[in-house]
């Protein structure tokens, strides 16, 4: 691999995927362009410590993915929902670094539209593919925030929260698994289906809940209650 690709299985040269790192830490800046260059198929082409610097990078090279630390966002404030939707309408995508286990956080950033969260302590363990997943569209969470989920979650996972009661119970159970991360194929396995039903529920649960993309839709969920188990009973309309 160069730089600017690796080889693919046909032995052609594929481009690598173009990132922005948002980190105040130089010293973090530097071990993460380290692991990414590494033979990983990604390759860093803007760095910044504020905000404002990270978005004229994210213009200039229009990169796929913007790993953001969630401290750039914490001094951002109101801004930064607005940042976000700036990046998702320029295709760039947007992978947040947390050194808490926040969930209230992780609701916020997935509301805005946030593809994927990921812990401080596991970062350079999971940031490739974490990279690869939400440059694919798909939702990234790190594992020990899915531990840390993984029992309410599975508590509402029979049933809707009053404010998702247009869902039906498969689809509601479909919702709570893209929520833990999986991707298709494994909410397929989880629920003893194929790929293609699973995509049909997720695009009608996309269509119910008025969702732009699938963080978006478990943002919905976070906002009503639903991941964190509020105290209404949820309703099903039908199973599917």
């Keep these: ?7 693919c299985s046909t032995g052609e040269l594929t481009p690598a995927l173009r990132v922005v790192v948002g ?59 607005p940042f976000v939707a700036a990046l998702t309408r320029n295709r760039t995508q947007v992978l947040l670094v947390s050194e808490a286990l926040d969930e209230e956080l992780l609701g916020r950033a997935l509301r805005e539209g946030v593809g994927g ?8 363990e999971e940031i ?35 404010q998702l009661a247009a869902l039906t119970r498969r689809e509601a159970e479909v919702l709570a698994l893209v929520a833990t991360g999986l991707s298709n194929a494994g909410i397929g396995e989880k629920l003893g ?4 039903t699973v995509r049909s529920h997720l695009a009608r649960i996309l269509t119910k809940l008025q969702a732009a993309n699938r963080a978006h839709a478990v943002g919905i ?11 209404h009973r949820p309703r099903a309309h039908g199973e599917a």
């Design 221 to 231: 969920a976070y906002e009503s209650g639903y991941i964190t188990g509020g105290s």
């Design 117 to 124: 969260f990921v812990h401080r302590e596991s970062l350079f």
């Design 128 to 162: 490739v593919p974490a990279i690869r997943l939400v440059a694919a569209g798909h939702t990234f969470i790190s594992s020990s925030m899915i531990t840390r989920l993984r029992d309410r979650i599975a508590a509402v996972i029979p049933a809707v929260d009053h």
């Design 23 to 81: 980190e105040p830490d130089r010293v973090t800046r530097a071990k993460l362009r380290g692991v990414l260059h590494m033979g990983n198929g990604v390759y860093v082409v803007g760095e910044a410590g504020a905000t404002q610097r990270l978005g004229d990078l994210a213009v200039r090279h229009r990169p796929r993915v913007a790993v953001v630390n969630a401290a750039l966002r914490e001094a951002a404030g109101a801004e930064f929902a």
């Design 1 to 7: 691999m160069t730089q600017r690709g690796e080889l």
């Design 193 to 196: 289906i194929g790929t293609g």
